[in-house]
T-cell receptor
Framework: EAQVTQNPRYLITVTGKKLTVTCSQN?????MSWYRQDPGLGLRQIYY???????DKGDVPEGYKVSRKEKRNFPLILESPSPNQTSLYFC???????????FGPGTRLTVL | EDQVTQSPEALRLQEGESSSLNCSYT??????LFWYRQDPGKGPDFLFT???AGEEKEKERLKATLTKKESFLHITAPKPEDSATYLC???????????FGKGTSLLVTP
């Protein structure tokens, strides 16, 4: 089944404790992206990747890191999480930035 | 700065009552305008991509249109199962980033 998977789905952590949210797709997509969704602010792009080893900042990259060492994986890293990073996070993938994006099920992160 | 603005924020319709959702964009060199549907607690699902002014696409009760300044999502004779948040997004000349609007929350009552 073609899909985007994210792990974990739910995470409660404390300020400053490094964490990684994994994202994997099995559709051989080149373009992958991370978004956060907050009430009243909508879906905002954090980082995106056009291909392996090629990444760029979206609208809200501060406090986040990404890497794209393999085509199928695009992990989101929070080196020192803060409470303002409490949000619902989505990973998405597509053949290109102008193609249909397939979204993962979301990761709900709470930073205390 | 590229911007996408959706209106209204929320819309309540009776079953069968047709209406339109609006997406206004200010994007330098629009390369694509996208519509997605999002159900509560889930990731968005793709509906349409429009590439140039005058283009129209249809799917069941939904029809998306595009002008040089805005896009409309027309919903004809909606059913309760059409209740969801509808998101609009743009891709412009400023690289490969995508810009989402805040969405329109649609509720269709029987």
């Amino acid at each position: 089944e073609a899909q985007v998977t994210q792990n974990p789905r739910y995470l409660i952590t404390v300020t400053g404790k490094k964490l990684t949210v994994t994202c994997s797709q099995n559709m051989n997509h080149e373009y992958m992206s991370w978004y956060r969704q907050d009430p009243g602010l909508g879906l905002r792009q954090i980082y995106y990747s056009m291909n392996v080893e090629v990444t760029d900042k979206g609208d809200v990259p501060e406090g986040y890191k990404v890497s794209r060492k393999e085509k199928r994986n695009f992990p989101l890293i929070l080196e020192s999480p803060s409470p303002n990073q409490t949000s619902l996070y989505f990973c998405a993938s597509s053949f290109g930035s102008l193609n249909e994006q397939f979204f993962g099920p979301g990761t709900r992160l709470t930073v205390l | 700065e590229d911007q996408v603005t959706q209106s209204p924020e929320a819309l309540r319709l009776q079953e069968g009552e047709s209406s339109s959702l609006n997406c206004s964009y200010t994007v330098s060199g629009l390369r694509g305008l996208f519509w997605y549907r999002q159900d509560p607690g889930k990731g968005p699902d793709f509906l349409f991509t429009l590439y140039s002014a005058g283009e129209e696409k249809e799917k069941e009760r939904l029809k998306a249109t595009l002008t040089k300044k805005e896009s409309f999502l027309h919903i004809t004779a909606p059913k309760p199962e059409d209740s969801a948040t509808y998101l609009c997004a743009s891709g412009g000349n400023s690289g490969y980033a995508l810009n989402f609007g805040k969405g329109t929350s649609l509720l269709v009552t029987p």
